[in-house]
């Protein structure tokens, strides 16, 4: 199996370095990714044997049926036994803290090179480092957030000396961040403001309260991600984003929002800094690397929706290697030239949609108890 396993890694990292790919290259590769996930993750096999699928009948990715994103909660979806892998992250726990998502890694290789990759060409298309300020408490103090694992790897790979913490275990240290923030200023140093919705709309509030806001070095930039609900007040994303360019004196293009999950292990960018450092129309769509495919579907009848038609989000993540790679969200989008435009989460029919299809996987793997 580790054989296996480190063979199909290294065409991974080939893979996704080299971003010229064709359609054709990423299905041969999603083809193996299915193969070793069938073969050595039982749940999601029990799963697929339920469809009546298998290697031997799928011959594009979209036949590989998705996994409802509830099931990371209600079993262990990991082609490694679990004490033979080295990471696990874990959903927060907002909603319901006793039912908390869980992905396991074998190692971080891939999801690393996943993030750095990515994350040059959308939020640092123009600088091999800049300074910092991460607005989310330490790994060490996290250890099972992806989020506080992903903005360590920031740091370290794309982050100046001079990079900092906004926040420790303490919370949120505004006096001195307020103070080094104003010092950036004088010192016409770009910074880079990277953390947790959350944390910049606390900041907001703190600001407002003071009557502070901040002219930031010509070519500083923010970015956002993980949403607000339960963590303070909520602002719409149109408005927060327009609330955060006043605050920091920055241009629209220079705040990109993050959307990512714990069950996955790439990310997706706002394109609008992308674009603008390529010198070509803004756009604000979310752009998946290219070794992911988003499709928005019709939840009913599992079937692609036309471009500019809302539905269901999936994503076919082939970076989530020890787990599974196709997953059914409960994230509501519309699929567009360039990318796809993020809406929120499933409600009504949408939302009960999602929730049969985890009843559906629950079925399979309470049936096939027996199979091996």
Request: hydrophobic fraction near 35%; aromatic fraction near 12%.
């Amino acid at each position: 199996m580790i054989t296996e396993y480190l063979a199909l890694k290294k065409e991974l990292v080939d893979f996704i370095m080299k971003p010229d790919s064709t359609d054709n290259e990423f299905n041969t590769m999603a083809l193996k990714v299915f193969q070793f996930q069938y073969e050595y993750n039982q749940p999601f096999r029990k799963f697929c044997r339920k469809r009546r699928v298998s290697p031997r009948t799928v011959k594009y990715f979209t036949d590989i049926p998705p996994v409802p994103i509830d099931a990371f909660k209600l079993t262990t979806l990991s082609s490694f036994p679990i004490e033979e892998t080295e990471s696990l992250f874990m959903t927060s726990g907002t909603t319901n803290p006793e039912k908390r998502g869980k992905n396991y890694h074998r190692d971080l290789e891939i999801y690393d090179l996943s993030m750095k990759v990515h994350f040059k060409s959308f939020v640092m298309p123009d600088l091999d480092k800049m300074k910092m300020f991460i607005l989310f408490p330490k790994e060490s103090e996290l250890p099972n957030s992806s989020l506080a694992h992903y903005l360590h790897i920031a740091k370290e790979h794309f982050g100046t000396e001079e990079s900092k913490y906004a926040m420790s275990s303490n919370g949120f240290e505004f006096g001195s961040f307020i103070e080094q923030l104003q010092f950036a200023e004088k010192n016409e140093e770009p910074i880079l403001l990277i953390g947790a919705t959350f944390s910049f709309i606390h900041l907001l509030d703190e600001c407002k309260k003071k009557n502070i806001s901040f002219n930031l070095p010509p070519n500083s930039r923010m970015m956002d991600t993980g949403g607000a609900k339960g963590r303070s007040r909520e602002l719409d994303p149109k408005q927060f984003k327009q609330e955060m360019c006043q605050l920091f004196s920055l241009p629209v293009e220079m705040c990109v929002n993050m959307y990512g999950m714990t069950e996955l292990s790439s990310q997706f960018y706002d394109r609008n800094l992308y674009d603008y450092f390529e010198q070509q129309q803004i756009s604000t769509l979310k752009k998946a690397p290219h070794w992911v495919r988003t499709l928005v579907l019709d939840i009913e009848r599992m079937e692609e929706k036309t471009k500019g038609e809302k539905g269901i989000i999936v994503h076919y993540d082939l970076a989530n290697i020890n787990s599974v790679m196709s997953i059914l969200t409960e994230d509501v989008g519309i699929h567009e030239e360039g990318g796809f435009q993020l809406l929120g989460r499933a409600k009504g029919a949408e939302a009960k949609g999602c929730s049969l299809a985890v009843e559906q996987f629950l079925a399979s793997s309470q049936r096939s108890r027996g199979e091996q």
